[in-house]
């Protein structure tokens, strides 16, 4: 039987999975990120499956996500896309060093997934922590800065602004945008899965990512699942391939 349990960890509202058996064990911990609007309950079709492998889940709600809402629905916060990201990411070390403290991470790992944003996260977090053992970007970018540069062409009234301005805006995501210094994967495992007809996450910028890194020796432990024709959704078999790669990492 899989435990879920609903609870805050310094003010950070998730869900935490694990085999009833184990709960009190300590565990290899793997985050698993939700998506735009959606929430920690969105995915836990993500979370029983990684659970059912032996680790323990972390679900955790975004800012303006679920729990976490503030002045109506999580669209209303589009133009805090990036803010709501950095914030994931800056959260993260206080999630982990809960964890340790409360009841140990067995053997150090630490692995973090997530779907659409939640992919952007999981590649932001790759960046900045080297603490992490392994990861899988389902759907997600490591290209923040180029895919926010294509957002924002979108929206009404860009054209008015300053391009130096909107260059210097997009530039203060360097800090998470793995494709700027992919050897921050560090010889890490790393699997990429994208649908061809995604019409959220563009898949080729993420493709053309990989095989740019593909052959150098900090990535040699990076691969990448094409479904063609897939559109913006994770499958229940791409699920179940996400948490048998966390199982082979973590063997």
């Known amino acids: 039987m899989i435990n879920v349990v609903q609870k805050a960890v310094k003010g950070i509202p998730l869900l935490e999975l694990t085999r009833a058996e184990l709960a009190n064990e300590s565990l290899p911990l793997v985050f698993f990120y939700h998506g735009w609007t959606g929430c920690k309950e969105k995915v836990l079709t993500?979370?029983?499956?990684?659970?059912?492998?032996?680790?323990?889940?972390?679900?955790?709600?975004?800012?303006?996500?679920?729990?976490?809402q503030v002045n109506g629905p999580a669209d209303g916060h589009f133009l805090?896309?990036?803010?709501?990201?950095?914030?994931?990411?800056?959260?993260f070390p206080i999630l982990v060093k809960a964890y340790q403290d409360q009841v140990g991470?067995?053997?150090?790992?630490?692995?973090?997934?997530?779907?659409?944003?939640?992919?952007?996260?999981?590649?932001?977090?790759?960046?900045?922590?080297?603490?992490?053992?392994?990861?899988?970007?389902?759907?997600?970018?490591?290209?923040?800065?180029?895919?926010a540069r294509q957002l924002i062409a979108k929206l009404p009234g860009m054209d008015q602004l300053d391009?130096?301005?909107?260059?210097?805006q997009l530039e203060?995501?360097?800090?998470?945008?793995?494709?700027?210094?992919?050897?921050?994967i560090a010889g890490r495992p790393v699997h990429f899965w994208h649908g061809t007809a995604d019409e959220m996450v563009p898949y080729q910028p993420t493709k053309d990512?990989?095989?740019?890194?593909?052959?150098?020796?900090?990535a040699?432990?990076?691969?990448?699942?094409?479904?063609?024709?897939?559109?913006?959704?994770?499958?229940?078999?791409?699920?179940?391939e996400m948490a048998q790669k966390f199982q082979k990492y973590f063997k």
């Open 163 to 168: 391009p130096k301005y909107v260059d210097a």
């Open 209 to 218: 990512f990989y095989e740019r890194i593909k052959d150098h020796s900090y």
């Open 46 to 68: 993500q979370g029983y499956e990684l659970a059912k492998k032996n680790f323990r889940v972390i679900l955790p709600d975004a800012l303006y996500h679920g729990q976490r």
């Open 105 to 147: 991470i067995a053997r150090q790992q630490i692995g973090v997934s997530g779907l659409s944003m939640g992919g952007i996260t999981t590649c932001a977090l790759l960046k900045v922590y080297p603490q992490i053992t392994a990861a899988v970007c389902l759907m997600g970018s490591p290209c923040p800065v180029a895919f």
């Open 80 to 91: 805090e896309f990036w803010q709501i990201v950095a914030n994931s990411v800056k959260e």
């Open 172 to 184: 203060q995501l360097a800090i998470i945008d793995l494709s700027r210094e992919p050897q921050k």
């Open 220 to 240: 040699t432990k990076v691969t990448f699942t094409t479904t063609q024709n897939a559109k913006h959704k994770v499958s229940y078999a791409t699920t179940v």
